[in-house]
């Protein structure tokens, strides 16, 4: 491009300046038919997590991002099938999982072990609708599988093989520990998938969606959103929530902490959200399942401390905990390693993910925005003699 044409096409552009939204905060990219955030509501295909929570299983809920409705008997029972029948990965993936280094954090071992994956499905290449959903049941069933296996594998423990009439929640944990799970530790945990499945376009999603409107395969847009899920903006705050709470070790620490920490203007994380101004609604069931955990398993510790940070932070700061602050409390009861807790995350939105992966395909438009550009213009080339 020349330069006056590079200064033209400048000059224009910079009219629309104005237009400049940083953080995309409020920007409306695309419509989508999943999951709504209206006011502190938040509803999958309509229905109020309020209720999904209570009532829905985590397969129901995949069916129900997945298909638009919720699944019959029989539906959830073939549905189930399938899943329950999809959660086995490779030898080869699972020898490359051994080998990783064994200090990795997690989420980077599982972002690898899911790009590998796609290297041994069948329908990788395949686009058509049905081979979409094919690798969307087997993603959704593998990822558990993964992570556990990832765990197992760093602290030299023999992968645990999924079982096929375990539900996800069932399988993870028993995957996990080589032992059966207790009832109460698998609705928890299955309950946990049920709130983290789907939040609208949160930045993961947008990543998986911005991915796949190039036309590129499914497991790209999942690698996409798992290394966009890791930060500690977005699902990384889980682990840093849990850290955090170690750090402080006891209640009567907690305001000198808080009152410091904003003094010197950190991030309190696992508070603040970009969308809710009023409140997370999936915060009060994780707090109700952090309570809940804790007096069955005799130790209101973790809680009773979360709870108090929630007070002083909205007290000091005026904000809100979100869904990864009482989680991080809730999954530490529940004895799955901090570590695990943003990949635990990720083996629930993946069921999102696809969702709007599917929706994605079925009217794509490349997503392709504009930057304003803020460097300089009429440059010359300099040899690099003259260079200094
Ligand atoms: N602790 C302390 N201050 C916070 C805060 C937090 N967790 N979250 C936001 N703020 C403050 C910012 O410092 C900023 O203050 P300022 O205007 O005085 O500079 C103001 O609130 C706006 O924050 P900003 O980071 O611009 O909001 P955002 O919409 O870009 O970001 C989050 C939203 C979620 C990234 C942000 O709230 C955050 O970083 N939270 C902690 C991480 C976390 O829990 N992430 C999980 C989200 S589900």
Redesign the pocket.
Known sequence: MTVEKLTATTESESEKKEKLVK?L?GVVALESKISSIIGSVLTYRGISIDELAEKASYEEVVYLLWYGKLPTRAELDDFNKQLGNSGAIPEAVQQMIKNFPHNSHPMDTLRTAISALGLYDPDTAEMSHEANIRKAIRLTAQTPTVVAAIHRAKNNLEIVQPRPNYSIAANFLYMLDNKEPDAIAIKAVDTALVLHADHELNASTFCARETVSTLTDMHSGIVSAIGTLKG????G?NE??MKMLLKVGSVDKIDQFIHDA?AN??????????VYKNG?PRAKHLRRMSENLGKLKGDTRWYEMSVRIDEA?TRD?G?LP????YSASTYYTLGIPIELFTPVFACSRISGWVAHILEQYADNRLIRPRAEYTGPIDQHYIPIEERV
């Open positions: 953080g905060e500690p903006l977005h699902g705050a840093a929530v904003l203007r950190e991030k309190i994380m696992g508070f603040g959200h970009r997370d932070v700061k904000l979100n869904v990864d602050f």
